[in-house]
């Protein structure tokens, strides 16, 4: 990049995150003047006007971001945002072509593939949400996340908590499975001998530390955590968090070898009314009850309550979603 074109852009994001957007817009529009095809800031721009709401505008230079640097996981990220947004905001045909015009330019790019997936455009539902794209949407959104999830009027730790309350048997080694900033820890606090959290996000991580719950917290994927953790846990909670999962083979079998005799693992996944797993528009999963009793048994857990109850609220419709506690079968 030209230093002059740098210049421009750490200007541009000086005054974007002190709230300056004009001044940040015309920035990033002067440092594309000078580079036209440069990824970092047709991605700064697309990113800002999509914050302001210009979402039809955000989109050519968001859409080169994304095309012209496939390795750039915040441009992958924001442009995949975006196709969600259009799609819910009236404009799901453009969405839909974008996205299958993405994956078919970039067939390895399982980003691209996801929202294909997710969008209606086509191609094969992955077993999982892609780690730089769980890691990119919470990193941006650790700041505001708590806020934004109490005006969704998001329950899921209390519903964990109602869940266990009645077969826990404290003290505990407990792990809070995708702990994210740290929500959950307030319920599981109170029956721990140790609290441990791990979450693909650095940034969500940072946040979770700065309640000072923990005695351990790790940025990494949950799977290889577990595999890492043999033997060590009493209770594994994972609030809101296999909805990033499809498959829930993997993520279940390496919560079993995790957990010590006679432990438990309480989690909830979104509801699918019926069969196997879902990939939603919004890039989430949800998973039929069937589906979950069976790939429970299948990793050797045993059922000790399944309910369905209401995680948050979406766009002023109820979420649904199953609360579950299973006890390690051995
Ligand atoms: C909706 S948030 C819930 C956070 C927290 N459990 C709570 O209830 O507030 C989902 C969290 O799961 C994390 N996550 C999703 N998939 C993950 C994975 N495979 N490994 C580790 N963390 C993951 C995300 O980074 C995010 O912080």
Redesign the pocket.
Known sequence: MKPETDALLQMGLSAHRTGRRGQAETLYREALKQEPRNASANNLLGALLMEMDKNVEALSFLRKAAMNAPAYEAAQTNYGSLLYVLSKKGEARLALAEAKTWAKKQPQNKVARHWAAALGAGGDVQA??P?SL??NT?DGFAKE?DAK?AKLD?R??ELIAGALKDVVKPPLDIL?????????ALHLKPWARSLAG????PA?IERARSRKLYDALDA????A?LKAHGDSFDLIA????FC??GDLGPVLAASQKSLRKDGLLAFTVEAADAGHFTLGQSGRYAHGEGYVRDALAAAGFSVISLARDVARHEDGQPVPCFVVVAGEGR
Do not use: I, K, Q
């Not at 791990?198 to 996000?201: G, H, I, N, P, R």
């Not at 994972?238 to 968090?241: I, K, M, T």
């Open positions: 999982a949400m780690e769980v890691r919470f996340f999830l998001y899921v730790p809070d499975a995708g702990c994210g900033t740290g929500l959950m791990v979450d693909l996000s969500m990494g994927e949950l799977v955590y994972a609030a809101d968090v990033y999962l």
